[in-house]
């Protein structure tokens, strides 16, 4: 079965640290995973997917198959990243449903 | 302006009545899903639907229920089947196929609607 986990409900990181989200997956097939972001008072948005292979906002994720893992890292953290995160992951060449993670609030420290 | 709206923004039920949540989008998008949101459970799927007049229940669809009659258009009722209502319900939709006809998987979420059972 299809399985996204995000082991830190609340990350707590200090303005210009590096940030590491971590994302661990379970899933047989080939996968296409996704980090979503859902800042205060905003709507849930995707920012990035690993087919993409590019960087927003600073932030980046390289899909690991060997330990199944997706995590999403950024170098300096700023304070406008504050926000809650979720990892996605979605069966590659199937029309079919998104499982999320659970979440991690990130909380950047002045 | 496109996109995808929820409304009410607000809801407040009183226990044992139905409830319907509007969404729609102007996306063009096949598929739509519901989600509910829960301090920390995450986003756990309810129903979703890939084209009109079909749908399929996801993690958690006992005690809602879905329409798909319009390609714009996926109202969810909660019944009052539903034994803990109260959360913040959010809708998605997403195209079928990207430009080279490949399962285009991104989603597009609205604003979301915050239900409270008195």
């Known amino acids: 079965a299809q399985r996204v986990t995000q082991p830190e409900k609340l990350l707590s990181v200090f303005k210009g640290a590096p940030v590491e989200l971590k994302c661990n997956y379970s899933?047989?097939?080939?996968?296409?995973l996704f980090w979503y972001v859902q800042y205060s008072r905003q709507r849930l948005q995707l920012l990035l997917r690993?087919?993409s292979r590019e960087s927003i906002k600073g932030f980046t994720a390289d899909l690991n198959k060997g330990e199944t893992s997706f995590h999403l890292k950024k170098p300096f953290a700023q304070e406008e990243d504050s926000a809650m995160y979720y990892c996605a992951l979605s069966a590659l060449n199937r029309d079919d449903k998104i499982i999320f993670g659970k979440g991690t609030r990130l909380h950047i420290l002045p | 302006d496109g996109g995808i709206t929820q409304s009410p923004k607000y809801l407040f039920r009183k226990e044992g009545q139905n409830v319907t949540l509007s969404c729609e989008q102007n996306l063009n998008h096949d598929a739509m899903y519901w989600y509910r949101q829960d301090p920390g459970q995450g986003l756990r799927l309810i129903y979703y639907s890939q084209i009109v007049n079909d749908f399929q229940k996801g993690d958690i669809a006992e005690g809602y229920s879905v329409s798909r009659e319009k390609k714009e258009s996926f109202p969810l009722t909660v019944t009052s089947a539903q034994k803990n209502p109260t959360a913040f319900y959010l809708c998605?939709?997403?195209?079928?196929?990207?430009?080279?006809?490949?399962?285009?998987?991104?989603?597009?979420f609205g604003p979301g609607t915050r239900l409270t059972v008195l």
């Open positions: 899933y047989s097939g080939s996968p296409e």
């Open positions: 690993h087919i």
């Open positions: 998605a939709s997403s195209m079928a196929l990207d430009g080279r006809a490949r399962p285009y998987n991104e989603q597009f």
